[in-house]
């Protein structure tokens, strides 16, 4: 085969793949519109259904306004990108025996730390807009916080089991084996963006992408899902166990200045504090250390194309910058779903 047939073969390869790229770009646009638009509704199904739930047990008013989240925010949405990206032996593939698992493992602290030091800058950042109508968004209340035990126990399945299976498979599974011919660092840092974005929130939105993409990184390098799920549910227990020790009264008292510090609970409590502050610590130490080498964690380079225009050809896709739009407005100000809020309530009187 001649020097000029190769040259002619891999141009045109070339912009095959390029094709394929942009039309990946819109798949994903695509998916993230439907994502907004799920959350948009359950939004305003939530609220108009506010005053049925207050009629109700709390429990069963918890439960069913977290299957309504579950529907809206899990459901919809990946049945939406299985759909709109039709997969082929995605679970095979995602879900094989991790390679380098214990050493991946062994990076939860640093992950941790890191994602947490994000989460206190962007807290920093967010105390400059206490006085602004732009601090809701700085909010990492859960919409759905629970206010006793029961409660709290259903929110910490799904925060610990739920989320990491649901949200593993959506962006280290769907989005990141979509995009990973198209570069493994651009697949990484796409993906964390896009789950920093489902996350609705500025505060959220910063540690989640942080996560995200300490996340792919370990997706990428052990080849599967498995680790990462792991991890994910790791992260989420920490904080699913500090909502569980706050729906407790005794814990609740202490908080506010009337506890008794020899009530075993409040006890365990302080011991468990002082636990996450040492993994903290631990975490931001071993970051940084991490951080210092990170041009020996770089990942296998799969495509010529730059970065840079790479990213140029995905926030110029139509789709794309409808999702934007719908995510600067979800991450701030709300101005959609409460207006449409306020055209179906006028319409129902």
Known sequence: MSEELIMTEGISDNKEKMQDFKHVCLCIGMMMIIVFVSRIAASIISTLLIPYFAEMEMLTAYILESVLSFVFLYVVPIAGALIIFRPKGLCRDIYKKPVYASAAMGMFPAFYGLAIFTNLITIFIGSFFKETDLNESFNTVNELQPENLSCALVLFV?????????????????????????????????????????????????????????????????KSIV?????????NSISGIMLLFMSLTPVQDYMLGNGDTSDPLVGAFLVYMFIIIMLLIVGILMAIWKLRKIRRYRVEKVWDVPASRRWGIFFTRVTV???LVLAADTLTFRLIPTGIYKLIAGVLG
């Open 158 to 222: 799904q925060l610990v089991v739920i989320a990491p299976l649901f949200e593993e498979f959506w962006y280290r599974g769907i989005v990141m084996k979509a995009l990973q011919p198209y570069g493994n660092g651009f697949a990484i840092f796409a993906s964390a963006l896009l789950f920093g974005l489902t996350h609705a929130n500025l505060q959220q939105f910063f540690y989640a992408t942080a996560l995200g993409i300490c996340l792919g990184y370990i997706a990428v390098t052990t």
């Open 321 to 323: 910058i409808i999702m």
């Open 227 to 235: 680790v990462t799920t792991i991890m994910h549910a790791m992260f």
